[in-house]
């Protein structure tokens, strides 16, 4: 399990000077996940595209925009292949002031 986190690790530092060898990374701690039947941690699960599970990175493979306006959302743009993944962002969990109070209204 932290062989993976290793690799994971690994990959994102040498990227920027060999893509091919942090995908080579990625595809070896994939392969252990799946072995060992452990799902890729969190932190790391945004680095690899859902769709052409090729190792995305912001500023490099990875275009991550912040849309305001209605609903916050962040959209995450695979270069590669162009998955867009739109991650809703969290609203602070507000306490629900509305009370499920039903008012029957009877009408004479
Ligand atoms: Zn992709």
New binding site residues.
């Given amino acids: 399990m932290e062989r993976m986190e290793i690799l994971l690790e690994k990959a994102i530092q040498i990227h920027e000077k060999e893509p091919k060898l942090a995908q080579r990374y990625v595809e070896l701690a994939r392969h252990i996940g799946m072995k060992a039947r452990v799902r890729i941690p969190r932190k790391y699960r945004r680095l690899i ?6 190792f ?1 990175h912001p500023g490099c493979t990875l275009r991550v925009r912040v849309k305001s306006g209605g609903v916050k959302h962040i959209t995450f743009t ?1 270069l ?4 867009i993944v739109r991650v809703p962002v969290e609203k602070r969990r507000v306490d629900r002031a509305a009370s499920s109070s039903k008012q029957r209204t009877q009408s004479f």
């Fill in positions: 595209c859902r769709s052409c599970k090729q995305i695979c590669r292949c162009g998955q």
